[in-house]
Structures are given as C-alpha cells and as structure tokens.
C-alpha cells in the first residue's frame, strides 16, 4: 500500500467539532484575560464590581455553553472541565468547585434514573405502557397528546424530574412498537423532546412540580411582605400551563410530524400484550409501593409541617437503598445507570453555583434588568421573562429566578409594575428551558433515548422559546388581567 493510499484511508478530521472546540477556549481566554469591565450600578445607585473571580465565572460559562449545544466532546465530560477550570483558573477552590457535583439536587436526578430502571425491569412500564395504548388507540397524533396530558398531570402532583424518570421507560415501550430498531425517527424525536418540554409547562402549575415556586414565593413575601397561597398559584398558573401543553402538541405535529399516520393493529396488539404478562408479580407490588409512598411524602411536604425540614432527595434516596435491599436491584443494575446525565448535572449546579457565589450572576441580571428601568411596563416585564428564560438554560431556575427577582422587584415599583406578576411571569418562563440540555433534568433524561442531538435540541428550541415569550405576552397583557391579576399599581 502506498504512502498516498495510507493518508487517504487515515481518519477524518472532523472540522466542525474542531471549529467549535477552538471557539469554546478561545472565547474562554478572551474573557478571562480581559481587563476589567465595568461595573453594574441598580436603580438605588449600588455598584456592583465584576471581581476576576466573576469574569473567569463568565468565561467558563461561555466555554461550557458552545461545548455543549455543539456536543464537542461528551456532555458529561464538558461538566468535568467546567470543574476543572474553575480549580486551573483560580475562579473558585476545587472544595467548592467539585463538591457540587454531589449536591443534593445531583443525587435527587440519579434517584430518579434508578426509579425509572425500576419501572423497566419490574414490568411495571410495559402494563402502563400497554394500558395507556388501548386507550389512545392508533394513531400517533393521539399517542403524542395521551403522553403528554399523561406527564403534565403527573407534574402537578411529584416533582418533573421524577415524571420524567418515570415517564421515560414508558415512553420507550411504546417507541419499541413504532419501530423496529432505536434509529431516530420524527416520532422519536417529537415523543421524547416534547416529554421534555411538557415536563416543564405542568410543572408551573402546582408547587409541587419544582422547587422554584417555593423560592420564589419566598423572595415575593420577604420583600413585598405578603404571601401568595399555593391555590393562588395555581389558579393563574394552571391556564398558562395546560394552554402551553396543548400548543407544544400542535408543534411537535408541524416540526415532527410522525412518519406512521396510525400504527395498525397497535390497540389489539396492546390488549394482547398486557393479558400475556399475568398478575402483578412480587418486584412489581413491591416497587409500586416504595416509588408511590416516596412520591406521596414528597408531595406531603407542603402541607404538613413536620416533614418540611426533611429535604425531598433523602426521602427519593430511600426508595434506591430499598431497591437494593430487597433485591429488586443488583450491582450490575447499579452500573448501568446513565452517568454522562448523571455529570451533566454536576457540572450544571457547578457552574451555576459558581455564577452566583462570585457574583457573576447578579451583575448580569442589574445590567440587563437596568436597560429597562425607564421603558414601558410591558416591556420591563418581558425583559424580566426573557432573562429568566436564558439564565434558566445554563443554571438552576431557582438560582435564576434569585438572582432576578430582587432586582426586578426594586424596579417595578418605579414603573407602577405589580410585583405579583413579575413573579408570575418569572415562574412561567423558569419552568420550560427549551435550549440546552442542563437547564432542566427532563431534558436531558430525553437525551439518553438517543433520538436527537443537542444541536437538534437547541434548534427546535429557538421557536420553541419564542411561542413560550408569545404566551407570556398575552398572559400579560390579557389573561392575567381577566382572571383578576393586579398588573399595575397605579
């Protein structure tokens, strides 16, 4: 073999991925090593400085955020070199930067991943899988609707990155009698992003969906000085979040569109199917009951007052150690367990950390909140719900939303804005990061079907994104205002 035969049978260099490896680091050292900027002034006439510490924070966001929308190495490795970074650079010590790898949000996602496993091996999603078929019956426009009225209800009641969890083996079953192999299909694609996407809508509509709503109801009453009810919440979230529901289904018709009108002989097949597996066995009666009365205590937690001091990831941890205490488990089940997801969300609640602790975060929101200061009250509100939005897709939403809504709710009382809906507003656009994979666990629990890259993800997020602004525009202006929501205050 020649010389000139071996190089034209070497690997490819794949140009695309270097191109943005480069761009990632180079967008790094820009920001890192630039002299200082300036600093952010609020509305009171505090300075607010961006220490080196805080730009290297910006700088390690910038990297991360490319890597991964672009997936130039794997995600979770992009999360290890987000650590990495702030330990090299000197933006926060490695005690800090690594330990939120571990934090309880971390663990709560992996508890989660194992209660889906749970479903799967039990049998438990293939009776509900099969259940769910001979009700929606054939055609795959239905079989998209059942699966996401199914997942937003569930999030009114247990937190979305547990429906997602649970939802995920589901949702894998039936994709198995759509198709003969996991190759990505429009179906695959619409089936799992739009479990994503739903995930996130139903969540705004009870407390119990996420954690950001207590957060930010706690920031609304230390600072306006009354508290807005859990049933208050709901009566205005719940329109805006069954209105988004249905129009996600209407986009995943358009963008993903299934190849298979119907798929013939699906109900029989269903009904068949389920009669063949019998009565519940010993793992299945056994895992229903643990995941169940993990959820139902979870949930409890609002309501009773002794058990709000036990945080919600020590009470889904119980339900793995019982897993494998009763044998339902097993080592190699163990080792199975997605961990690039698992160090995606490490390196999220990192950086995230690391935004707010070096003050990055907050410079950010008083630069951009203060653009708005002297606009329309319109206006300044959808700039609070753009901000909210964006942050959302690289760090916590309730990091987002505590770093916003201080700064917006000094504002709004010079616009004559109603904090009530800047909070309302916030929660909405907090609760559906449709861009990048970190901003919500139901995103990237999609992401382990293999049916879409992140590059897909961001994509059909962009529309995605603007229909939720649009939503929130009339909620504004129209809904909110009819349903008795005080927009203005004078």
């Known amino acids: ?21 480069t761009l990632g680091l180079a967008l790094f050292c820009i920001i890192n090593f630039s002299p200082a900027w300036p600093d952010a002034v609020d509305p009171t006439g505090k300075q607010f400085v961006l220490t080196p510490e805080a730009k290297g924070a910006l700088a390690v966001f910038m990297l991360a955020g490319i890597w991964w ?30 330990k939120d790898f571990m934090d309880p949000s971390v663990l709560f996602i992996f508890a989660s991943l194992v209660i889906g496993m749970v479903f799967t091996k039990t049998g438990l999603t293939k009776r509900l899988a099969y259940k769910m078929l001979s009700v929606v019956g054939e055609k795959t426009s239905m079989i998209y609707l059942g699966c996401f009225v199914v997942t937003a209800a569930l999030t009114h009641i247990m937190a979305h990155t547990a429906v997602a969890a649970t939802m995920y083996p589901l949702l894998i079953t039936i994709y198995s009698m759509y198709a003969d192999d996991n190759n990505p299909t429009k179906f695959g694609k619409g089936l799992f992003i739009g479990m994503a996407y739903v995930a996130g809508a139903g969540s705004i509509v009870t407390l119990l969906g996420a954690a950001r709503g207590a957060v930010a109801l706690g ?28 129009i996600l289904w209407g986009f995943f018709m358009i963008f993903f569109k299934p190849e298979k009108k119907t798929i013939p002989g699906l109900k029989e097949k269903a009904v068949r199917l389920n009669s063949e597996m019998g009565g519940l066995t010993r793992n299945e009666i056994l895992a229903a009951i643990i995941i169940f009365t993990c959820i139902a205590v979870m949930s409890m937690r609002s309501f009773i007052p002794a058990l709000q001091p036990i945080d919600k990831t020590a009470i889904i941890l119980i339900s793995t150690i019982l897993f494998f205490i009763l044998g339902i488990l097993d080592l190699k089940d163990l080792e199975a367990i997605p961990w690039n997801i698992i160090l995606l969300f490490g390196g999220a609640m990192s950086i995230g950390f690391c935004l707010w602790e070096t003050g990055a975060a907050q410079w950010l929101a008083i630069n951009w909140l203060t653009m708005f200061q002297n606009s329309h009250w ?14 959302t897709n690289f760090i916590m939403n309730v990091a987002a939303i505590a770093i916003s809504l201080p700064v917006a709710l000094v504002i709004a009382p010079y616009l004559g804005v109603s904090p009530e809906v800047i909070v309302f507003a916030s929660l909405v656009t907090a609760g559906m990061p449709f861009l990048l994979l970190v901003g919500a666990a139901p995103n990237a629990i999609a992401y382990d079907s293999k049916q879409f890259t992140t590059g897909e993800f961001f994509n059909y997020g962009i529309p995605a994104s603007i229909i939720l602004m649009i939503i929130v525009g009339v909620a504004v202006a129209v809904i909110w205002p009819l349903m008795g929501m005080p927009i203005l205050t004078n």
Do not use: C
């Open 219 to 246: 920031f609304y009453k230390d600072i306006v000085g009354h508290e807005i009810s859990f049933f208050h919440l709901s009566y205005y979230m719940f329109p805006i979040g069954w209105i988004m529901v249905f």
């Open 69 to 98: 929308v672009f997936e130039v190495v794997p995600i979770g490795v992009t999360s290890l070199t987000i650590g990495v970074m702030q330990v090299l650079f000197m933006v926060r010590p490695a005690n800090k930067a690594f």
């Open 1 to 21: 073999m020649t010389t000139q035969t071996m190089a034209s049978t070497g690997p490819k260099i794949d140009w695309k991925r270097l191109i943005f490896l």
């Open 378 to 391: 319109f206006v300044f509100v959808m700039s609070i719900a753009f901000f909210v939005m964006m942050m």
